[in-house]
């Protein structure tokens, strides 16, 4: 296996979330549907959207996009707590 595909693989599971399989099945799904339809508009430049992914999900879903829903759970709980 060449540096390539394991940064890639890299990639999926930080976007998608480490420690979960569906977290890697969820990063590569969305990784590989983003370069599915960018690659074919910008192929010169598609290694800087990964790039920019990459970084967005290091910075802004720092366990991954499959952890979405915590926030908002504790957003609702909080609600809650203040009603209730």
Known sequence: MGILPSVE????V???GR???SGAIVGALGVNL???FLSEKFPEVWQYFLGVLLICAILFF????IAID???KRLFNRKQEITG
């Open 9 to 12: 693989i890299a990639i999926w």
């Open 14 to 16: 930080a976007v998608g």
């Open 19 to 21: 420690g979960t399989l």
């Open 34 to 36: 983003g370069y599915m």
């Open 62 to 65: 720092p366990k991954g996009i």
């Open 70 to 72: 915590e926030p908002i």
